[in-house]
């Protein structure tokens, strides 16, 4: 039983999605975007080498676009200073009391938190914002009243 060129494209382009599924690999479906333009290639009743050609120009150039628009996104913040990550960053704290190593404890969540102060300049009493958490530490900054942030 013979394939058409066009249906080992599709093939090729099936599998490059499947094993992107199971490895989350996303340049994988770049690369199942040139198979498929490879097998519209064949439908249109382009030449082996054409097919090819198709496929790598449209693989290749999806491959550099998606690579260049990664390139170019800003990098995430860490994990420990994520919000995206950690739900307390970007939370509230009031600090009745600092202690002279810049540390203090306070109320949250209904808890006794160890925070350590991250903001710029002395910490002074008042409301805070949880900047980062390390450990089991909250790191705070001193809300601003422009921002209230």
Do not use: C
Not at 1 to 7: E, I, Y
Not at 14 to 36: D, I, K, N, R
Not at 120 to 131: D, L, Q, R, T, Y
Request: hydrophobic letters at 50%; aromatic letters at 8%.
């Amino acid at each position: 039983m013979g394939f058409s060129n066009a249906t080992l494209w599709w093939l090729v382009a099936g599998v490059l999605v499947a094993v992107e599924l199971a490895t989350g690999t996303f340049y994988l479906l770049m690369l199942a975007l040139g198979a498929a333009a490879g097998a519209l290639a064949a439908h249109l009743g382009w030449s082996v080498t054409a097919q090819i050609v198709a496929a790598a120009v449209a693989g290749g150039g999806a491959t550099a676009a998606w690579h260049l628009k990664r390139a170019r996104k800003p990098p995430d913040a860490p994990a420990d200073s994520n919000a995206d990550v950690n739900i307390d960053i970007g939370q509230h704290v009031h600090v009745d009391a600092w202690q002279a190593d810049g540390q203090a404890r306070v109320q949250y969540r209904g808890a006794a938190w160890s925070v350590r102060y991250a903001g710029s300049g002395p910490p002074a009493p008042g409301e805070h914002v949880i900047v980062a958490l390390r450990g089991s530490q909250l790191q705070v900054a001193q809300v601003t009243a422009a921002t209230g942030s």
